[in-house]
């Protein structure tokens, strides 16, 4: 069975930091992008950052930029997102997403060159995890 499962969430105070992981089983991420997003109450889903494992590529979302970093670890099937100087707009819960295609085609981080090819839709989703950040 394909699963993504999403870890590491929790209450933390404004400027702290959370890890966040996400397990792969079913499938292997080598040959795919995982990316994270998130979605606050009353907000549309935001892209926070993806990974192409083929290529190493990386890409962030605008507000997480400089903040946030991704990793993987292929021997675990896992990836993880590192969150520092967290302020209360990240609340939201985040979802890991896994597929085929490269980050560079996934809508929240297409160029402007790719965005008429951009996909808005993945293979795999997780459940998400909770991130809640108090002021």
């Known amino acids: 069975e394909v699963q993504l499962v999403e870890s590491g969430g929790g209450l933390v105070q404004a400027g702290g930091s959370l890890r966040l992981s996400c397990a792969a089983s079913?499938?292997?991420?080598?040959?795919?992008?995982i990316g994270w997003f998130r979605q606050a109450p009353g907000k549309e889903r935001e892209g926070v950052s993806c990974?192409?494992?083929?290529?190493?590529?990386?890409y962030f979302g605008d507000s997480v930029r400089g903040r946030f970093a991704i990793s993987a670890d292929r021997s675990n099937n896992e990836v993880y997102l590192q969150m520092n100087s967290l302020n209360p707009e990240d609340t939201a819960v985040y979802y890991c997403?896994?597929?085929?295609?490269?980050?560079?085609?996934?809508?929240?981080?297409?160029?402007?060159?790719?965005?008429?090819?951009?996909?808005?839709?993945?293979?795999?989703w997780g459940r998400g995890t909770q991130v809640t950040v108090s002021s």
């Open positions: 990974l192409s494992m083929t290529d190493g590529s990386i």
């Open positions: 079913g499938f292997t991420l080598d040959d795919h992008a």
């Open positions: 997403a896994a597929d085929a295609s490269p980050c560079g085609l996934w809508g929240p981080f297409a160029s402007r060159g790719n965005v008429r090819n951009a996909r808005w839709d993945y293979a795999y």
